[in-house]
């Protein structure tokens, strides 16, 4: 088995090609990295400084390679170790890659709807600043307005809440990292389906135009495809809904995705009113 060192060099000389990076050698790679891991003979003649930097790299890179293959549960399982470790080896120095970590654990929480567990790593987070001892408690503050990883979940969770969901829409293109785009889009089928719910509870026939403002898409051509999936009928471009047809209740939540919905209803038959 190879040198855990010589492993590691050849794991980030692949991810530094970014786009052009083999994801498939990635994944070979990091699997080779895992059981040299766990070899003795790989990890002789290291020191103590190297293990650390080395094994910080492979579990940020292990949840990252998560991400872009929207791995969800491995990448739940990823960041868990790279918290773990960054609680457990703090004394190696702060990662580089620190608050896009936390950042993307952040948007995973609020992308599966966990927003106890958001508000609980948003604490966490807190109490990690202050244990260093050195910093104040406005570092905190700072960082969660500061520090676009940790603003941009921050922000959308109020955006959600609010029931401000064009927030939602506009985040999706002032990512601070494209490693957030796929929570981003989860977060968007998650609050166009409960306003399609809302819509089918709420109007008998809907135009074209006005479904593509409510659903929050940019052109007309999106609308269709998602509709469709929603079995939604379309006539002389207006979307008939049949009153008769039960609509299957929404699951429950955390965050009351069926009030936020309504209320962006509500708003936008106001505007309609004004208009």
């Known amino acids: 088995m190879q040198k855990l060192d010589v492993i590691h060099k050849k794991l980030l000389d692949e991810w530094k090609k970014e786009n052009k990076r083999d994801l498939k050698l990635v994944g070979e790679i990091l699997q080779n990295a895992k059981d040299a891991m766990n070899n003795v003979e790989s990890l002789k003649g290291l020191s103590d400084a190297a293990l650390v930097t080395i094994h910080r790299d492979l579990f940020e890179i292990d949840a990252l390679y998560a991400v ?4 969800f549960n491995a990448f739940h399982e990823a960041i868990t170790v790279v918290l773990n470790f960054y609680d457990s080896y703090s004394s190696g120095g702060e990662s580089p890659n620190k608050y896009l970590m936390i950042g993307l654990d952040l948007m995973y929480l609020l992308a599966t709807n966990h927003l106890a567990e958001f508000h609980m790593a948003s604490a966490t987070l807190f109490l990690r600043q202050l244990s260093r001892g050195k910093l104040l408690e406005q570092v905190e503050q700072s960082v ?19 029931g401000v969901y064009n927030k939602v829409v506009l985040t999706e293109g002032t990512i601070p990292s494209p490693y957030y785009a796929v929570f981003i889009r989860i977060l968007m089928d998650t609050v166009r389906g409960e306003i399609a719910t809302c819509i089918e509870r709420a109007f008998k026939r809907v135009s074209l135009k006005d479904a593509t403002q409510l659903l929050l898409f940019n052109n007309e051509s999106e609308v269709v495809p998602f509709t469709s999936k929603r079995g939604w009928k ?11 047809k039960p609509v299957e209740p929404m699951p429950k939540a955390h965050l009351d995705t069926s009030r936020i919905a309504k209320q962006t209803i509500f708003y936008a038959k106001q505007l309609e009113m004004i208009v």
């Open 234 to 244: 379309i006539e002389n471009n207006v979307f008939l809904f049949d009153i008769e």
């Open 144 to 162: 969660q307005q500061s520090n676009p990883y940790i603003s941009t979940p921050v922000k959308l969770e109020q955006s959600l809440i609010e």
């Open 68 to 71: 872009l293959r929207a791995d």
